[in-house]
């Protein structure tokens, strides 16, 4: 069966820090992985997206940016934080050149920046 | 672009009681449509998914969900509610990108269950 990792599961960091969140699916090849952020009160917004190693999708500008290295890996970072970029972090994955799938989520990361 | 609407913050349901949670969606074509559901601090799992064929579609712990195309809804309903079913709930529309799936959410609906 297919899973999910995301690590870590809580992480409190400074303004101007660098952040690294990493993604990993198990089970399943070639899959479409994506990072959504959650902010306080709000919806789950799309930030990027991958059909594959090395292709990068952003949906926002923003902060942030977004790397795959391997098939079933997802990178989320950041080279300064700043205190908007406080949220809860979900990575998540679809099959990969399918339209009728559903999206299996992480449990997410809690970022806190100070 | 699609974009899902849901216009319940939250929703307060006694114990035992039926409940409906709605979502509403701007989508130009048929829709594949989304309810996921969420413990705090956890991440997101699917409750029921609608592609195409039934509108009436089954999913975990009791829930059902019914797409009208004539109203742009799917609406999430469960005939008896379990304190344990106090949780946030998302309702989601995916888009027909060729090869992948990119899901818009609504704003989350949360539910309290009292006693």
């Known amino acids: 069966s297919q899973t999910i990792h995301q690590w870590p599961a809580t992480l409190v960091q400074p303004v101007g820090s660098p952040l690294s969140l990493e993604c990993t699916v198990e089970?399943?090849?070639?899959?479409?992985l994506y990072w959504y952020r959650q902010a306080a009160g709000r919806g789950l917004q799309l930030l990027f997206y991958?059909?594959?190693?090395?292709?990068i999708s952003s949906e926002v500008p923003q902060n942030l940016s977004a790397s795959r290295p391997q098939d079933r890996q997802f990178i989320l970072s950041s080279k300064k934080l700043l205190l908007s970029d406080s949220g809860f972090y979900l990575c998540?994955?679809?099959?990969?050149?399918?339209?009728?799938?559903?999206?299996?989520f992480g449990q997410g990361t809690r970022l806190t920046v100070v | 672009a699609q974009s899902v609407t849901q216009p319940d913050i939250h929703i307060t349901v006694s114990e035992g009681a039926s409940l409906e949670l709605r979502c509403n969606y701007s989508y130009g074509a048929t829709p594949y449509l989304f309810w996921y559901v969420q413990s705090p601090g956890q991440g997101l799992q699917l409750l029921l998914k609608y592609f195409s064929g039934d509108t009436l579609v089954q999913g975990i712990k009791g829930f059902e969900a019914e797409f009208k195309r004539s109203q742009s809804s799917f609406n999430l309903r469960k005939p008896s509610v379990h304190w344990s079913d106090a949780a946030e709930y998302f309702c989601?529309?995916?888009?027909?990108?060729?090869?992948?799936?990119?899901?818009?959410f609504g704003t989350g609906t949360r539910l309290l269950v009292s006693p």
């Open positions: 089970g399943t090849s070639n899959p479409n």
């Open positions: 991958s059909v594959g190693i090395g292709q």
């Open positions: 989601a529309v995916g888009s027909m990108n060729t090869g992948f799936q990119k899901l818009v």
């Open positions: 998540a994955w679809t099959y990969g050149g399918q339209r009728d799938t559903e999206a299996f």
